[in-house]
């Protein structure tokens, strides 16, 4: 009488027996093997968490599809909030809104002639005043620049994301 185990293994060898001997099942099983690596190993391959999203989808955001039918159209998807990413113009006239609890020492303006980005853009430009401060303390300034959105989901976005570059100063021209 065959034991239960020794069917077994004769099973699984004379599978593998049939995946060897078929260059067509032999791919199949690599490709299975492979793939499964990487769904295994991704957090190991890639930087990117899916839980909180990354360059290529907001979190955990439905497709597009999804919201053509019923309660899919209440649910956030990747939006750009503003597709102007820079300042051809004084954003304060552009809804953007600078406030700060100390306005005699923050002040801001827009500045035509220097950009992050490209030519033919600006930038806000916050100034600095210490001439009231004591030389070799710090203190610590508070600004706050906004925009209000129009956002047309229910409850509020899992994460929002925006990118500031700040720079120094820029060069002043000499005067004549």
């Known amino acids: 009488m065959v034991s239960n185990r020794t069917r077994r ?71 750009v909030l503003d597709q102007k990413t820079s300042f051809t113009t004084d954003p304060f006239s552009q809804g953007w809104q600078f406030s700060t609890p100390s306005p005699d020492n923050l002040k801001e303006s827009f500045n035509s002639t220097y950009s992050f980005f490209r030519s033919g853009s600006g930038s806000i430009q916050i100034t600095l005043d210490r001439s009231g401060q004591e030389s070799g303390t710090t203190q610590l300034y508070t600004a706050v620049i906004q925009k209000t959105f129009s956002w047309t989901y229910e409850g509020p976005p899992a994460r929002f994301q925006g990118m500031w570059p700040f720079g120094p100063r820029p060069p002043r021209n000499p005067s004549p």
């Open 9 to 79: 293994l004769r099973a699984l060898r004379n599978f593998s027996r049939v995946i060897t001997s078929s260059k067509m099942a032999t791919s199949g099983v690599i490709i299975l093997v492979v793939f499964s690596f990487l769904a295994v190993a991704a957090p190991l391959l890639t930087s990117y968490d899916p839980e909180y999203g990354g360059p290529v989808s907001g979190s955990l955001a439905p497709p597009v599809w999804y919201s053509v039918f019923g309660e899919g159209a209440r649910l956030s998807q990747n939006l």
